[in-house]
């Protein structure tokens, strides 16, 4: 039991990354700007684009949960529909979506059509970070993320793979977190989808829960396990049925547990239903239960959001979720989330966002609060450029800390 | 489209108890088109036209007729107006196929003497150059304004030749769904 307290303790803090070393401020200086480069945002899917009356991740991405890379339809809409500069282009011609060129293709088209029906993605995101906490502050620049990304699909199949590199200090190998960099494939898996709208996946994927923010440290994801590293291994079925999509997924475990941390390895299932109330609105209710393993007690959560545009620039979701298992000592916890779009101008979208994670009464976890504010300038679909600050408050222990992260996200 | 067959079933109820033609005022048209990888978007006008008077032939019937401007369909994203209007719709192929047209409309269930009530409507569309029979539900109902009139009903588009709307492996199904609201005096 003392070594499960032991373990749980540091999962918890390598988890909560800032927040928690907010709690552990005395040790502020020396470990706040990695913790952060850990949980650093990783900009996926967008549920604000629901303003543009799209509330299925599938119109723009390959993954039915969203993120990754886009398809050439979401790439012809990033163009066209998003860029600053993009109003005017030329879009492709119907058909030709396993032959793009252009803006549309993989660095630029410079490989011709030698990919054939293999589309790919290059995507780097150099970073600076700079952290004020109590007594000073800290810089840094890295580079987030570097994933080559491919997928091909044909007759309702798909075929979706992704390589990449975690970050030095991000790779955990039973149990410890490694300072080297390492090879990691975040995604890969194969489903099928009929037109009748059943669908099945099968590989390495993150689960379907609620509303995936494209800020992977959002409350509702970093909190209730659906992180950067919370993919499983595991089948997914689907059936969307008229306005309604049902989302199963069944795990034997998260998959870097499986290939890394086995004493954390345990049967997992979660469920996601998403009603389209309208084309600019959208309920979803969702819940995750997650088995013993041999250092976590089983845990699990359910909640709801909602999600409407009011007009065509602005979109506002709202997630609550009660988790029923904080990860280590158990009790019972709210997370709140509220992310509010809107596009000034074109290709410039700005995000407030309110969060909330309370302490479950249990002694060593902090109510925390977060107030974030975004802006997003999409020059073009290869490049563009996201601000975030980040002003996270522990209520518990009355400190602040404050995040600026500058990334230029380059979509090759 | 739907406009007009909204358009047309108000003017029933109306015109039946003043005998005298009937324009709507103002309305809105939504057609609400599900996508082929789930979800649906709406493609909305208020371009509205048109009146409507008794027919003498048979009491319930309506002569004349509604049209909507297709050239003012909005779907909120320019790309997918544009292949709407110029790659489905076909609006310069030719005359007329730039408007929808509802006519020789009749009404069921709805007292033609009354500015209330439920009932259901048929009527011939005229779109992308074919001419179907239509029908649906309608609800009239008495306001500040004068009377506001709901309509609704599906429109098969290969019934009108449309070719199936695909773009890069994204499309609108067969059937879409078209919902008017228009307001007459």
Known sequence: ?412 | MGVGISLVLVTGAVLSATAAPWRVTRGDVSVKCPMTIGGTFDAKTSALSGSLSPSAAHAPALDGSITVDLRTLDTGIGLRNEHLKENYLEVDKGEGYDKAVLSDIDLKGVHADSSEGKGSFTGLLTLHGVKKTVSGPIEVRKTGEGVRVKASFPVHLPEYNIAEPRYLGVGVKDTVQVDVTFITQ
């Open chain 1, 1 to 412: 039991m003392k070594q499960h307290e032991i373990v749980s303790r540091a999962t918890e803090a390598r988890r909560h990354g800032v927040l928690q070393s907010i709690f552990l401020r005395a040790f502020v200086s020396p470990w706040l700007v990695p913790a952060f480069v850990l949980v650093a945002s990783i900009a996926s899917a967008e549920p604000m684009f629901i303003a543009k009356q799209y509330t299925r991740c599938t119109a723009c991405h390959y993954s039915p949960t969203g993120g990754g890379l886009l398809t050439p339809y979401g790439r012809a809409l990033s163009h066209r529909e998003l860029s600053t500069t993009g109003a005017s282009a030329t879009a492709p011609a119907a058909g030709t979506e396993d032959d793009p060129h252009g803006e549309q293709a993989f660095l630029f088209g410079a490989l011709g059509d030698a990919l054939g029906p293999l589309h790919l993605g290059l995507e780097m995101r150099p970073s600076h970070l700079r952290i004020g906490f109590p007594g000073g502050h800290q810089d840094v620049n890295f580079l987030m993320n570097m994933d080559l990304i491919g997928a091909v699909q044909k007759g309702g199949w798909t075929a979706y793979a992704m390589a990449g590199r975690e970050p030095t200090n991000a790779p955990i190998r039973n149990g410890r977190p490694q300072p080297e960099a390492a090879f990691i494939s975040y995604e890969h898996w194969a489903a099928y989808q009929s037109d009748g709208g059943f669908g099945i996946r099968a590989g390495r994927f993150l689960p379907a829960y609620g509303v995936r923010f494209s800020d992977h440290t959002a409350y509702t994801r970093s909190y209730l396990g659906f992180d950067r590293n919370d993919q499983v291994y595991g089948l997914e079925v689907s059936e969307t049925m008229g306005p309604s999509l049902l989302q199963v997924t069944l795990s034997p475990g998260r998959a870097e547990a499986i290939l890394h941390d086995p004493a954390r390895r345990g049967f997992s299932m979660a469920g996601r239903w998403q009603l389209d109330v309208t084309p600019r609105a959208a309920i979803v209710g969702s819940a995750v239960y997650r088995h013993s393993t041999d250092l976590d007690p089983k845990s699990g959560a359910i909640g709801g959001a909602f999600g409407f545009a009011p007009t065509p620039r602005v979109s506002v979701w709202t997630e609550v979720d009660a988790n029923l298992q904080t990860d280590a000592r158990g009790g019972h916890s709210w997370v709140a989330v509220n992310e509010t779009a809107v596009e000034a101008v074109r290709g410039l979208w700005l995000k407030f966002s309110p969060q909330l994670r309370t302490s479950g009464g249990v002694p060593g976890f902090s109510e925390i609060r977060r107030l974030m504010f975004e802006a997003d300038l999409l020059p073009r679909t290869h490049w563009n450029i996201g601000v975030s600050y980040y002003h996270d408050h522990n209520h518990t222990f009355e400190t602040n800390t404050s995040t600026l992260l500058t990334q230029l996200h380059l979509y090759l």
